[in-house]
């Protein structure tokens, strides 16, 4: 099983099949009024090819891990960065994470303690962490971790194209 982080923009307008249901000719409003389902199909489906071409062009880059090394992967980019270290059994979500009281300190918590199964990271979260992993680039480029230099790829052309992440 891995982990997909989806790059994304914007697109400022909600998943039709999230919000709404397909008209279906079944339901008890459409029995006696053949054309108001016809009307409603047709915009269902204009409103959901729309979003799917926004979506298409909404996408700049994915990045896929197993949930096991992107777990892993944050506990040695914590270190890396030196904002501090998890302890205890990161596997068995019986940890903490102790870190520095900086500035920075909350945008970077949401990035090392955001799940790993579903939610969106914001651009405000990738700018801050790719500030400081541009300043402990070369601990990056010398932890001989492959992960971790395309993950800082990865992050970094998140910032170049001001997108947020989707994880799935």
């Excluded at 099949?17 to 409003?29: I, K, L």
């Excluded at 506990?75 to 030196?82: A, C, D, R, S, T």
């Excluded at 205890?88 to 909350?106: C, F, P, T």
Aim: hydrophobic share 35%; with cysteine; net charge negative.
């Amino acid at each position: 099983m891995s982990l997909a982080i989806i790059a994304t923009r914007e697109i400022g307008m909600i998943d039709p099949y999230q919000q709404y249901s397909r008209p279906s000719s079944n339901d008890f409003a459409y029995r006696n009024n053949h054309a108001k389902y016809e009307s409603d199909t047709k915009e269902f489906e204009q409103l959901s090819e729309r979003y799917e071409h926004l979506s298409e062009k909404a996408w700049v880059k994915d990045y896929t891990i197993g949930h096991i090394q992107f777990t892993l992967l944050r506990q040695k980019l914590v270190k890396l960065i030196e904002f501090g270290e998890f302890t205890g059994n990161v596997m068995s979500d019986n940890y903490r994470l102790h870190y520095k009281d900086i500035e920075d300190a909350q945008n970077l918590k949401e990035f090392f303690l955001h799940s790993d199964c579903d939610g969106e990271l914001g651009t405000e979260q990738i700018e801050v962490l790719n500030k400081h992993m541009q300043q402990h680039s070369d601990a990056i480029l010398n932890s001989g971790e492959p992960g971790i230099i395309k993950f800082a790829e990865f992050v970094k052309k998140s910032v170049e194209e001001n997108v947020c992440w989707k994880f799935i």
